[in-house]
């Protein structure tokens, strides 16, 4: 067991460092007002190797692996991205990445993994629908067999990115849900561009995130080629999964870097406003415990996220660890960018000084990409051995 980050993990958060302090709080607020896409930092991002760093290396990738992923994130979530930065993370390191490298034929490989990892092109996924989310089996999506090809129907909501990407991995049911005997089978993933003839996209209006653009996808129509297929035709499902497990560990990583952003941001703040008299309020112990607390508990996150990232390199079951660590790093994330702005009084409210921001967008992760309750309801299932009880 050892806690200490290696040299080369060092080295990349000093890169990572580097670059999100490059753009800083201003260029992310200036990004949030104007619901704009951050491509400058994604691509300043990818071109200091920090996309591809647990991409294979034949395509442009380091061929590291999830800790050091996280290891970067948590420094660009730090230096003013907030918990978007898990986000932007999971559209082309994962979805785009992992499902490629993992699952796709050497000629998809090919042509998709060095632009994605390059930061040239943009991969969004689409998962739930309006009637499923987390109920996800229950898709409706359906691509209709016609010939070697197939005929995709279907809506989407909530996609990440769908705007702002040229590339897409849907997943869709290729046999109907009362043709399955299991739920898990008949689901199969397709990369298709997002401007195929039959995909239309409508942007949703949301509390936070502005910076990544969220979408309902309809498809009307969309044909799809057997060179489109992602993996298993119809046993999709299994291969999601490698895709999705590795989201929470990105995700955490991006909310633990937001609590040291806010903390930071609390207590510069607290160390130099004086209310009454000569004492800073951050002599106040109301002021302090709070603050105290969140560092507390994001410090038992980030362990049991790199926990969890290390076994995911060593190619060993994870899931719990990533759940329980996602599930407390979202909890004290809200709180604590809710007391830093508490802490800032009026200024907290105030755009200028950031909190408001990285309140709005954390709370986001208290029911995705999994819900709380769902990964409650894992643990009493997994660890605690409890039945299921929905
Ligand atoms: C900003 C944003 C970005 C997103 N990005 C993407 C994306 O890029 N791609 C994509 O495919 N999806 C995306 N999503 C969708 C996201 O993954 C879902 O919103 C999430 O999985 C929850 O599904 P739902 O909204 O349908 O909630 P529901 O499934 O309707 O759940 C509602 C509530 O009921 C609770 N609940 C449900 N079942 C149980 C149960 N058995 N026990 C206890 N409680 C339960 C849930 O925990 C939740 O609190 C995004 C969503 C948002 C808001």
């Known amino acids: 067991m050892d806690f200490n980050l290696t040299d080369e993990q060092q080295m990349i958060a000093a ?17 949030d007002k104007r619901k704009a896409f951050p491509h400058e930092f994604w691509k300043a991002t990818c071109e200091a190797g920090i996309c591809g760093v647990a991409l294979p290396e034949e395509y442009g990738g380091s061929g590291l692996g999830m800790t050091e992923m996280a ?36 000629e998809m490989k090919q042509k998709y993994l060095p632009p994605l990892i390059g930061g040239d092109l943009i991969c969004c996924m689409a998962l739930t629908e309006p009637d499923a989310g987390t109920n996800t089996l229950e898709m409706s999506s359906f691509a209709r067999a016609d010939g070697s090809s197939w005929v995709l129907n279907g809506r989407k909501h909530w996609i990440t990115g769908a705007l702002s990407s040229q590339i897409m991995l849907v997943v869709c049911r290729t046999k109907k849900l009362d043709a399955v005997t299991k739920k898990t089978d008949g689901i199969s993933l397709f990369l298709i561009n997002t401007d195929r003839q039959g995909v239309a996209l409508g942007r949703i209006d949301k509390l936070g995130t502005n910076t990544m653009d969220s979408s309902t996808v309809f498809f009307d129509d969309v044909r799809l080629e057997p060179e489109d297929l992602v993996g298993t035709l119809d046993r999709g499902w299994a291969q999601l999964l490698e895709v999705l497990n590795t989201e929470r560990i990105v995700t955490t990583a991006g909310l633990c870097g937001t609590v040291d952003l806010a903390l930071k941001l609390a207590v510069d703040f607290a160390n130099e406003r004086r209310v009454f008299g000569k004492t800073p309020i951050s002599a106040y112990q109301s002021i302090q415990f709070p603050l105290a607390q969140a560092y507390a508990e994001i410090g038992c996150a980030r362990l049991m996220n790199f926990k969890a990232a290390a076994l995911c390199d060593a190619g060993e079951p994870y899931g719990s660890e990533s759940n329980l660590a996602k599930l407390v790093a979202s909890q004290a994330c809200d709180k604590a ?54």
């Open 71 to 106: 290891v970067a994130i948590e420094e660009l979530a730090k230096a003013g991205g907030g918990s978007t930065i898990g986000q932007l993370f999971m559209l082309n390191p994962i979805f785009g990445g992992v499902a490629i490298a993992n699952f796709g034929t050497p």
């Open 337 to 390: 960018t809710l007391q830093a702005m508490q802490t800032l009084g009026g200024m907290g409210y105030a755009c200028e000084y950031h909190l408001e921001r990285l309140w709005r967008d954390q709370r986001l992760f208290r029911f995705a990409p999994v819900s709380e309750e769902m990964i409650l309801n894992f643990i009493a299932q997994h660890n605690l051995k409890m039945p299921r009880s929905y």
């Open 15 to 31: 890169t990572a460092r580097k670059v999100g302090e490059r753009f800083g709080l201003e260029y992310w607020r200036d990004h």
